[in-house]
């Protein structure tokens, strides 16, 4: 996400994991998109104002959450143009993964008031246009994911509908298993966005281009 070396999984390595029919105790998934936030800024506000809500840490609370999460990205599928999605199904690494994404994600992150100016800032980002919001929704969870062991090809999971897919899984988690979650969107103000150059970056190589 920066000049950083991105340390996410190789995408070889999700098929093979994904249709493993072992028995899973802990995993970790996380899935991110990139969608054109020009002329749908109030999907953006509707975004934002939901993960920067003060909630409580309830089961009920979290359900809830997340189901409107996802009903607002449902609505922005159409304009979904690179996402990722990442599962870890091994017990002894999803929590280190989980950790990983999070740290990463939040030393990228610029969504202080001071950061945002006129020029390029610290994302070295390559243009001023600004229509391109990233979201992310990670998760450590007790057992595997809903989709476990369900077979689909790379070509059918990173087209809109496939990606939109997954962001509905989330709404079939047992929340009571939910061990630790994040939702971020990047970049924090609403006067900030990246641009289509901005993701020839190194830093967002691992991601994926959707087809039209």
Known sequence: MSDKKQPFMDRRGFLKKIFGGSEVTRSFFAVQVVFDAAGHEELRARLQALIDAPGEETIEEKRRLYRRL??????????????????????????????????????????EDEEIS????????????????????????EGPHPDHGKEISEDELYTRAGVGG?????????????????????????????????????????????PY
């Open 118 to 141: 006129d020029e390029i800032d610290g994302y070295r980002r390559l243009s001023n246009e600004q229509r391109y919001i990233v979201v992310s929704l990670i998760f450590l969870v």
């Open 166 to 210: 997954l962001i509905d899984s989330i709404n079939r988690l047992r929340y009571d298993r939910v061990m630790a979650d994040a939702a971020y969107l990047i970049p924090g103000s609403p006067e900030d966005g990246f641009s289509w150059a901005d993701f020839a970056d190194e830093g967002w190589s691992y991601l994926v281009s959707l």
């Open 70 to 111: 996802t009903s607002v990205l449902a609505e922005a599928e159409p304009f979904f143009e690179y996402a990722f999605f990442e599962y870890v199904p091994d017990s002894s690494a999803a929590r280190d993964k989980f950790e990983e994404w999070v740290v990463e994600i939040e030393a990228s992150f610029a969504g």
